[in-house]
């Protein structure tokens, strides 16, 4: 099966940038259209961002357009998430899945989790 491995996660301040990936190994991320999704502190799981197989169509929650950008990288079986002007709020740990929609919710995360990358935005 599939297993997710998320990084580039770190401790930035409030304005700051980071890029995640997400590379897949034991298979291949196929014709999945994928996503990041994040949990922050005492909340639930929430979807972010996806992009379909192809790379083209994108998809954002509206707390992080403008600011976020996904893409993916077939060849590589990666995704990516780069994050720009971060906020406190946006402070998590970030996962990546396979995603469907819309409407995207973490009922389109089919693959088997992986442990997550932790971003801490400080204000």
């Known amino acids: 099966q599939v297993q997710l491995v998320e990084s580039g996660g770190g401790l930035v301040q409030a304005g700051g940038s980071l890029s995640l990936s997400c590379a897949a190994s034991g298979g291949t991320f196929g014709t999945y259209d994928l996503g990041w999704y994040r949990q922050a502190p005492g909340k639930n799981r929430e979807f972010v961002a996806a992009?379909?197989?192809?790379?083209?169509?994108?998809h954002y929650i509206d707390a992080v357009k403008g600011r976020f950008t996904i893409s993916r990288d077939n060849a590589k079986n990666e995704v990516y998430l780069r994050m720009n002007n971060l906020k406190p709020e946006d402070t998590a740990i970030y996962y990546c899945n396979s995603a469907s929609g819309p409407p995207y919710n973490l009922l389109g995360s089919a693959l088997k989790w992986g442990q997550g990358t932790q971003v801490t935005v400080s204000s």
């Open positions: 992009i379909d197989w192809s790379g083209r169509i994108t």
